[in-house]
Nanobody, 123 residues
Framework: QVQLVESGGGLVQPGDSLRLSCSISGRSLSTYYMGWFRQAPGKDRILVAAFPWTGITRTVYADSVKDRFVMSRDFVKREVYLEMNNLKIEDTAVYFC???????????????WGQGTQVTVSS
């Protein structure tokens, strides 16, 4: 099992940038995928970005965030990040860090979750 703690959410204006962090503790991540999901009020939790903790597999991004969001990792700190640029009102949601030993677009398949961090984009 891994434990995940997100940070970095907040209230920003459209066009602003924000970086979310996810601190990871627990077992080795060598066989894990890491993902960022988001859930807006009344909506399903959807995949924003994901990649394997190790390896060179290309990062998967939701179409709605491609070219605006960048997911990255720090192996030493055992952290993953979500750099969010040119934020839009529709990006408002609770953002969750997730981990699992397999990849799925669906949130139900991911077994380890952080508590979530609120991102609000408003003018």
């Amino acid at each position: 099992q891994v434990q995940l703690v997100e940070s970095g959410g907040g209230l920003v204006q459209p066009g602003d940038s924000l970086r979310l962090s996810c601190s990871i503790s627990g077992r080795s991540l060598s066989t894990y995928y890491m993902g960022w999901f988001r859930q807006a009020p009344g909506k399903d939790r959807i995949l924003v970005a994901a990649f394997p903790w190790t390896g060179i597999t290309r990062t998967v991004y939701a179409d709605s965030v491609k070219d605006r969001f960048v997911m990255s990792r720090d192996f030493v700190k055992r952290e993953v990040y979500l750099e969010m640029n040119n934020l839009k009102i529709e990006d408002t949601a609770v953002y969750f860090c997730a981990a699992d030993q397999g990849f799925s677009n669906g949130s139900a398949a991911w077994r380890s979750w952080g508590q979530g961090t609120q991102v609000t984009v408003s003018s």
